[in-house]
């Protein structure tokens, strides 16, 4: 997919992105703690099942489960040999759960790590980056991302191998600044510059509390604008998991707001569930 062709689907209206991934491994039966990409490989039906799920609830574009699956988080679980062959692996199962009905995006995320040198964060994006290209991925996206620094490496590395569309997504908290202190429209303005294909916010809270930063995201860059909220605030329970009450009803109702605010690439992050995806599409006239 090339950046005019993805700029080309931008134009023909807004794009649905997919839901939640982990939350629905662990309401699957995926246990906390586990190497999730492991886990998917050995229950390959999961994630095929929840993926064509959002393929029919009319997701555009679909995230291979390769969230985690660079050498930093692999080899806590002994993987990192494994890279390569994980990250074709996962992508395939999306390809397969797509059908040629959407596109698939090669999914990179934060290393959470602030003591690591550039160089090595750099090299680590690099390698997945390349993995994911091999695998035959659409585009790519970066998101869940904590601070500037960190997603700036992750942009550049992509674009020293090829230039696939990419979407950079941050995680706010409620003031419009990254976890890393960093401000969010000013960053998404700069990964706008350097040639980010798309910004925003994924995760963060509910749709109500990403307004305000879609709306000065909006104004401040002239690329699409992306949210991907959570589906409200969590409830944790006893045993520690999070508890998502917002209802998909509730869910797309809220998304009407942030759509009003400047937002054209839209989707849904923890606790959304193919069922809120539908109720999205069906809100935007699908």
């Not at 009450?245 to 009003?260: I, K």
Request: proline share 4%; charged share 15%; hydrophobic share 45%.
């Amino acid at each position: 997919m090339t950046t005019e062709e993805f700029r080309a689907m931008t134009r023909e209206g807004t794009i649905l992105l997919d839901g939640a991934t982990g939350s629905n491994l662990m309401a699957a039966g995926m246990p906390r703690g586990v190497c999730a990409e492991r886990w998917i490989l050995e229950h390959p039906n999961v994630i095929l099942a929840l993926q064509r799920d959002y393929g029919r609830a009319g997701c555009q574009i679909l995230y291979a489960p390769t969230f985690t699956a660079n050498a930093h988080y692999l080899s806590m679980h002994g993987e990192a040999e494994q890279l390569r062959a994980i990250n074709r692996q996962l992508v395939a199962l999306s390809r397969q759960a797509a059908g040629g009905r959407a596109k698939v995006a090669g999914d990179m995320t934060t290393l959470g790590r602030r003591d690591l040198p550039d160089t090595q964060i750099f090299s680590i994006y690099v390698e997945q980056a390349q993995a994911l290209l091999d695998a035959g991925v659409d585009l790519f996206v970066v998101e869940t991302m904590l601070g500037s620094t960190e997603t700036v490496l992750a942009l550049e590395a992509i674009h020293s191998i090829c230039r696939l569309p990419v979407i950079c997504t941050l995680t706010v908290e409620a003031d419009g600044r990254t976890y890393y202190g960093d401000d969010g429209v000013e960053t998404c303005a700069m990964l706008a510059q350097m040639g980010a294909a798309a910004v925003g916010v994924n995760c963060s809270c509910g749709p109500v509390g990403v307004v305000s930063i879609v709306q000065n995201i909006a104004n401040a860059v002239n690329v699409p604008v992306v949210a991907k909220p959570n589906a409200g605030m969590p409830e944790i329970l006893a045993d520690g998991v999070a508890h998502y009450a917002m209802t998909p009803a509730e869910f797309a109702a809220q998304m009407q707001d942030v759509l009003q605010a400047g937002a054209t690439i839209v989707g849904g992050c923890c606790g959304t569930t193919p069922a809120h995806l539908q109720a999205l599409s069906e809100r935007l006239g699908r």
